[in-house]
């Protein structure tokens, strides 16, 4: 029946790809299943989508999968009535490796995070997960729209080539066929089927059928939690398989679609899992069904850890919320559901009254849409703080997960800007009424203006490079001996969402090097006391640095340092400025004011050195080690040394 055979390479990556995912996979092999099962239960939505326009293409056969073995061929076959593929299909969808995240995957692969398993299924390389059990797999699909004698077989040891022909099937859909590798026997039995199969898929929406042992291999089955009703409607049966009866051994019903009441925390985590590829529990979800004049169910997840590819450009293509229109899947819409700072959610979304042959432009400019949208995102946030007030750990650990993707919807969502900033958490310095180890708890804006003391009204923060560097600042020092809690904010993330964030709770924001301690009438007349008995020191400085700042001045916020860098306004920080350099940005060079502590006794040796090239040094390094402090790069570092080996010989 074979016409003509032609054998190919794979696509270099997708020898990569096999290499890697056999290789690393070893304490998952079982996923294999749930990925074949997954790929044959979205060939079904597909059927069905692509039915409604054309009911014929579902004529002969229901939707189902069919697992089934043979011991002595030891072979496990995974069958569909789903949409199928023509031969085009099969080569563009398991010769290459078309997505651009599949290629991050295998880039990221190549360093230390090689093994970890968790991140295979999210990046479409699900199919290749056969050859972790298999030495040989043959595809054999025929697309719905396609006759009888157009089917394709497809043909590989995983080793780099693959062959394909023509054949004829009866059956629309694709089957899989693993032969299995000599020490995999442990999947040959009913019973181990069967139950990775209601471990992992038992949410599918679509029958997935064994054969009903006639004696021989009586299944000593463990418990399983589904109903059991044969599927019916079989019709035009590949005949591959010598079982008359099938049985269904999953619940086959859309999980979203059943009351809450019946649905089992159980039932809710193994639905994530598999939607979310994810081997771990989700952190917390959300179950909602609106009825009215628009009617719609959500079910919302929080997933735990963070999927692989959310901070590294993962936006092109997010996957991970999947739109249903009466509980037919038409897309993977997480783009058009939910703003980009919550892109970390999965679920899935049933509209009712949605037209079914929506296009992702139609769902673009959609005001119906936008309402389901708004109602996502008031559902995470809820979810949000429900998990936050209720279980401070596991939203600690979530925080520390996506709390930097959460702070982007502070610039992007206008709307919810404060209900956001109420999720974040920061590191601070505490006050002396905080607990033990201030450094770093992390404390809410919230908790912060619990604890101002009356006649404060300025959130204060720092921002830096890293958690040191924030605690270290100079600036800090005044605050400390004041007692004054300052946030420290070191993610690269914040002072961009600093931007956006300019008051909370009716307080202002800001940053410690920008502002200035109110002073009371004491603090303000010794700062003009120090000024006036300053004066000659002030002016020497000024000439000493001459263009590289702007002004010279005594500082309020120094303590121990001898000096530091005050910002204006709309200053950039400094370690700001230097990312953004180094990213390429043109960011304008703006020029520093030096703040100076003249009780320190390094400037009381400026004010007394006699020699003019050592007090040039002095002042260029009191410069210096306020713009180190403050993270900024050193224009000259060898001139930098020169000069403090100067100073440190005397
Ligand atoms: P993913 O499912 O994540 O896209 P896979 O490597 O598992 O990645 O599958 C690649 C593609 O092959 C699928 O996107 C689909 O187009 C096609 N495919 C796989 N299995 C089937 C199947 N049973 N029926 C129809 N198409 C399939």
């Not at 509209?351 to 673009?364: F, I, T």
């Amino acid at each position: 029946m074979t016409a003509t055979t032609e054998t190919r390479p794979f696509e270099a990556e997708v020898a990569q790809v096999l290499h890697l995912v056999t290789h690393s996979l070893y304490s998952h092999k079982e996923i294999f299943l749930r990925e074949l099962v997954s790929n044959a239960s979205d060939a079904c939505d597909k059927l069905r989508f692509e039915a409604i326009a054309d009911p014929t293409l579902m004529a002969g056969d229901d939707l189902h999968i069919d697992v089934s073995f043979d011991k002595d061929a030891r072979t496990i076959t995974v069958r569909d009535s789903g949409i199928g593929m023509s031969r085009d299909e099969v080569v563009a969808n398991i010769g290459t490796i078309a997505s651009s995240g599949t290629r991050r995957f295998l880039e990221a692969m190549s360093g230390e995070q090689k093994a970890d398993a968790r991140l295979i299924g999210q990046f479409g390389v699900g199919f290749y997960s056969a050859f972790v059990v298999a030495d040989r797999v043959v595809v054999r699909p025929r697309r719905a729209d396609l006759a009888e004698a157009e089917g394709v077989q497809w043909e590989s040891d995983g080793r780099g080539e693959y062959s394909l022909s023509q054949v004829a099937l009866p059956a629309r859909g694709t089957e899989v066929v693993l032969h299995l590798k000599p020490d995999e026997d442990e999947f040959l039995a009913a019973w181990t089927l069967r139950s990775l199969v209601t471990r992992y898929s038992d949410h599918v929406a679509f029958p997935i059928r064994m054969p009903v042992a006639d004696g021989a291999d009586a299944g000593d089955d463990a418990a399983s939690p589904d109903g059991v009703g044969d599927a019916g409607g079989d019709s035009g049966n590949a005949g591959e398989a010598t079982t008359p009866r099938w049985e269904a051994i999953n619940s086959a019903s859309a999980l979203w679609a059943r009351p809450k009441a019946e649905i089992s925390d159980e039932d809710y985590q193994s639905f994530y899992k598999a939607l979310g590829h994810d081997f771990n529990d989700a952190a917390a979800w959300t179950h909602n069904r609106v009825e009215g004049s628009q009617s719609f169910t959500t079910l919302l997840y929080l997933p735990a850890q963070p999927p692989f590819d959310l901070m590294m450009g993962g936006r092109d293509e997010r996957k991970g919320l999947k739109l249903y229109i009466k509980r037919v899947f038409v897309m993977d819409a997480a783009e058009e559901l939910l703003p980009n700072y919550l892109r970390f959610v999965r679920g899935v979304v049933d509209a009712d009254d949605l037209p079914l042959n929506v296009s992702r432009e139609l769902l673009q400019h959609n005001r119906q849409l936008d309402r389901i949208k708004g109602a996502c995102v008031k559902r995470v946030l809820d979810l949000i703080e429900k998990l936050a007030r209720d279980e401070p750990e596991t939203f600690a650990a979530f925080h520390k997960a996506f709390g930097n993707t959460l702070k982007e919807g502070i610039g992007e969502d206008h709307a919810n800007r404060e209900r956001i900033a109420k999720l974040l958490r920061f590191a601070s310095t505490g006050t002396t009424a905080a607990p033990a180890e201030p450094g770093r708890q992390m404390v809410s804006l919230d908790d912060y203006v619990a604890r101002m003391p009356e006649g404060q009204d300025t959130i204060w923060y720092v921002t830096a490079d890293s958690y040191a560097a924030a605690k270290g600042s100079p600036q800090l020092e005044a605050f400390r001996a004041r007692d004054v809690e300052v946030l420290l904010m070191f993610d690269r993330i914040d002072e961009w969402m600093l931007g956006s964030l300019r008051e909370y709770a009716g307080k202002r924001l800001q940053h410690v090097a920008k502002g200035e301690l109110p002073l009371d009438d004491a603090a303000r007349e010794a700062r003009d006391a120090a000024t006036t008995a300053a004066t000659p020191l002030l002016s020497r400085l000024k000439a000493l640095l001459g263009d590289r700042v702007a002004d010279v001045r005594v500082s309020t916020r120094l303590t121990d340092s001898p000096s530091c860098l005050a910002l204006a306004d709309h200053d950039m920080a400094p370690h700001l400025a230097r990312l953004l350099r180094e990213a390429g940005q043109d960011v304008p060079e703006s020029q520093a004011t030096l703040e100076i502590n003249p009780a320190h006794a390094l400037l009381q040796r400026l004010d007394t050195e006699a020699d003019d090239a050592r007090a040039a040094d002095l002042a260029l390094l009191l410069l210096e080690q306020a713009e180190i402090t403050a993270g900024a790069p050193l224009p000259d570092p060898a001139a930098f040394v020169q000069r403090m080996n100067r100073a440190l010989m005397g």
